[in-house]
Nanobody, 119 residues
Framework: QVQLVESGGGLVQPGGSLSLSCVAS????????MSWYRQTPGKERELIAAISDAGSLTNYADSVKARFTISRDNAKNTVYLQMNSLQPEDTAIYYC????????????WGQGTQVTVSS
């Protein structure tokens, strides 16, 4: 059974930082590209950061570029999202995603963690 468990969300003031973690189990983690998405009520889930299976390639949405950093530790089956200079518009539920292609696409989601940026 595949599980992705996010943690690290919470309430932070504007300009502050948070670090999210997503621990994966039940899958060959090093074979999966990992991503972070976020979603606010009434809006579609937005891809904000992605990292390749070996960690050599990363990609960011323009809205978070230069403020957020995605990284992974394949030995710990964990992907991270370091978020700096947080703004109220970063308030959302943040989801971890794992994706790989083997004959067909396999994709899994975590349950999400709430990030609230407010003074």
């Amino acid at each position: 059974q595949v599980q992705l468990v996010e943690s690290g969300g919470g309430l932070v003031q504007p300009g502050g930082s948070l670090s999210l973690s997503c621990v994966a189990s039940g899958l060959a983690f090093s074979r999966y590209a990992m991503s972070w998405y976020r979603q606010t009520p009434g809006k579609e889930r937005e891809l904000i950061a992605a990292i390749s299976d070996a960690g050599s390639l990363t990609n960011y949405a323009d809205s978070v570029k230069a403020r957020f950093t995605i990284s992974r530790d394949n030995a710990k089956n964990t992907v991270y999202l370091q978020m700096n200079s947080l703004q109220p518009e970063d308030t959302a539920i943040y989801y971890c995603n794992a994706k790989t292609y083997a004959v067909r696409w396999f994709t899994y989601w975590g349950q999400g963690t709430q990030v609230t940026v407010s003074s």
